[in-house]
């Protein structure tokens, strides 16, 4: 028989979707058997494994033979209290994650209790709606604070990878008399900009070829194929745009002015607004950062605005529908490193990337098919925009990676795309 304190609402799963689980179990640390039976009945309500400790000294004997995910903790107990053994564990596992249980209600008492470094409290009596959404967030937190530890270790490595790709970028770059990188953008645009543009000529002709001649020497055209040469103009004056804008950026010495990350930071709501739609429909969870430090950096906001605007868009272009786009900072190697992560499409276009990682900065190159519902809002087009993101580094004296992982960090394996840009510290 199912408690009632248990049941589902209608239409309601057990299972909580969507959500990133780390596979280990969570250590209940509750000296009262009624309180353990309510917290097991809660995790097992969301599809979580559990063990339990009777006290602070039977869990950290139990932590040392076995990892757990998260630790949920009374603060009264005999033998070792939740206080005492949340400093000794901490001095076993730094990064553990901890929620204290507490009777007491008042805030000098819970700010001594949030002093001891925990995510969170629940304050009891437990309410079973309360402490189920205190624990899908927490063990989100689990996922993602183990996610930018990984991140920080595979970046150093990649860091010095990539400079060494860099270094030979540049000697080849310098080697040449003209960068016909550069020109073959600059060319490009003056083609498409001039009434002569050959796109726009051969959509006129295809589509008048077509129409029929009146008595007045005038041709009426079908309604089909003149909205055909409206959209095709709407493309057409889009790709002018996004030329115009790359241009620009690459014929001008935008200033860099010093400031905080913070303000680096403020940009990722402003351009997770601008594609609201777009996240709705795909039903996208974007992830942001929580960052402790701030330093000082170099840089120019409305072309790093640009960066992060092209980083949004490739990432939801390509992301699984359902799925979580996540964004971490780290701190490199005296580099400020923003993070942005996409679960990847399962499709034949998917496997080339590990082999293509380094030519997608090239201009004009692309893996996947355009995406035809971003082309009115994306800033560049034409297969240009991470090459112009990996420009815009250039000119910020920072670096831009593009790669695909694959996360182990939770229950389900996924396959992901990763990009990274780096700004370096400046030290006053």
């Not at 620009?248 to 739609?277: F, H």
């Not at 034949?348 to 997608?360: G, H, N, S, T, V």
């Not at 394996?413 to 700004?423: A, K, R, W, Y």
């Amino acid at each position: 028989m199912v408690d009632p304190l248990f049941q589902k609402k209608s239409g309601d799963s057990l299972v909580a979707k969507n959500i990133r689980r780390p596979k280990e179990p969570i250590l209940i640390v509750e000296d009262k058997i009624e309180n353990q039976t309510l917290l097991v009945g809660i995790c097992n309500r969301i599809g979580v494994a559990t063990e339990t400790a009777d006290n602070g000294q039977i869990a950290l004997e139990m932590m040392q033979k076995k990892p757990y995910s998260l630790f949920l903790v009374d603060l009264m107990m005999p033998v070792m209290d939740g206080k005492t053994f949340i400093e000794q564990a901490k001095r076993i596992d730094p990064n553990a994650v901890f929620i204290v249980q507490t009777a007491v209600d008042q805030t000098d008492q819970i700010i001594e209790v949030m002093k001891l470094g925990v995510y969170d409290y629940l304050l009891k009596p437990l309410h079973v709606e309360i402490v189920s959404d205190r624990l899908e967030k927490s063990l989100e937190y689990v996922y993602l604070k183990r996610m930018e530890k990984i991140l920080e270790s595979e970046e150093s490595k990649e860091l010095k990878d990539q400079l060494e790709w860099l270094n030979y970028k540049e000697s080849n770059r310098k080697a040449r008399e003209t960068n016909s990188d550069i020109h073959s953008i600059l060319n490009l645009r003056t083609t498409l900009s001039q009434g002569s543009g050959i796109g726009a000529i051969t959509t006129l002709i295809d589509s008048l070829d077509k129409g029929k001649k009146t008595d007045n020497d005038t041709v009426s055209i079908n309604k089909d194929f003149w909205e055909l040469l409206c959209e095709n103009n709407k493309h057409a004056k889009s790709m002018i745009r996004g030329l115009n804008i790359a241009v620009n950026i690459i014929q001008n010495n935008s200033p860099l002015v010093s400031g905080l990350s913070d303000v680096i930071l403020s940009i990722l709501p402003e351009t997770a607004k601008k594609y609201e739609n777009e996240i709705e429909e795909k039903q996208i969870k974007v992830n942001y950062p929580v960052v402790k430090n701030t330093v000082n950096l170099s840089f120019n906001k409305e072309l790093l605005s640009l960066v992060i605007d092209e980083l949004f868009i490739n990432g939801l272009k390509y992301s699984q529908p359902k799925s979580n786009f996540d964004i971490f900072v780290t701190f490199v190697d005296g580099y400020f490193c923003l993070s942005l992560k996409n679960n990847m499409l399962d499709d034949d276009y998917a496997k080339q990337i590990p082999l293509e990682e380094k030519r997608l900065i090239q201009p004009f190159y692309r893996i996947h098919p355009p995406v035809e519902s971003f082309y009115s809002k994306e800033p560049f087009s034409l297969g240009l925009g991470l090459t112009m993101v990996d420009f815009i580094m250039q000119k910020h004296h920072g670096m831009f990676f593009i790669r695909n992982a694959v996360d182990h960090t939770s229950e389900e394996v996924s396959n992901c795309v990763i990009t990274e840009i780096f700004l370096p510290i400046q030290n006053n």
